[in-house]
């Protein structure tokens, strides 16, 4: 029952360099979300995804790059990252029949 | 646009007080809401939802009611326990273009309950 999961759960890395956080769904949900979680500002929602192929953009997508080549996966790119963008970051996922959208468990970033 | 509001915290209880943790939104049409629950270093978990007008979702002995005449869903427990002091955030579902459910979020309300 392996769900939801992200790697790497912990990140440091330098102002400048691409980092990758991937995400992996075992349900085969179609819809997928990449929120960030920082203090004063709740969740607020990066991108999102309804299946294969098919992204758009959340509340705050600028710096941020997304793809979906394949329904399980939906990696989160920082191609050039910032100090403003040291944040935990939550994928998430549910599916076409169902509003209950499931998380997981957090990639904490951090850019020095 | 839609939006959720919590009540700010941070929310400092004794065990087996009563909580109220107050949230209103503001949506067009007809929302689910829903309350999460994060516990310390997890990502957030369901605790309970209303798909409509004067729903009530339970579960653990949390409970909100859907009240679409006052666009709220406060969360309440009538008597908690150590083991709930989390940060627990409101929200409410907005379909967005070709995605499925996209939820909008308050800004999390920490709970820390003492014995």
């Known amino acids: 029952d392996a769900g939801i999961t992200q790697s790497p759960r912990y990140k440091i890395t330098e102002t400048g360099r691409q980092v990758t956080l991937m995400c992996h769904q075992t349900?085969?949900?179609?819809?997928m979300f990449w929120y960030r979680q920082d203090l004063g500002h709740g969740l607020r929602l990066i991108y999102y995804s309804a299946a294969a192929d098919i992204t758009d953009k959340g509340e705050v997508p600028d710096g941020y790059v997304v793809s979906r080549s394949k329904t399980e996966n939906f990696p989160l790119t920082l191609e050039s990252a910032t100090r403003s963008q040291t944040s935990v970051y939550f994928c998430?996922?549910?599916?076409?029949?169902?509003?209950?959208?499931?998380f997981g468990e957090g990639s904490w970033l951090t850019v020095v | 646009g839609n939006s959720v509001t919590q009540m700010e915290g941070p929310v400092t209880l004794s065990e087996e007080a009563f909580l109220t943790i107050n949230c209103t939104y503001t949506a067009t049409g007809y929302p689910s809401l829903f309350w999460y629950v994060q516990y310390p270093g997890e990502g957030l978990q369901l605790l309970l939802k209303?798909?409509?007008?004067?729903d009530k979702g339970s579960n653990k002995g949390f409970e909100a009611t859907y009240r679409k005449e006052t666009t709220s869903f406060h969360l309440e427990k009538g008597s908690v326990q150590v083991s709930d002091s989390a940060v627990y955030f409101c929200?409410?579902?907005?379909?967005?273009?070709?995605?499925?459910?996209?939820?909008?979020f308050g800004k999390g309300t920490t709970l820390s309950v003492s014995s």
């Open positions: 349900w085969s949900h179609s819809y």
């Open positions: 929200a409410l579902s907005s379909r967005a273009n070709q995605a499925g459910t996209a939820l909008i």
């Open positions: 209303a798909t409509k007008a004067d």
């Open positions: 998430a996922s549910n599916s076409w029949d169902s509003e209950t959208i499931y």
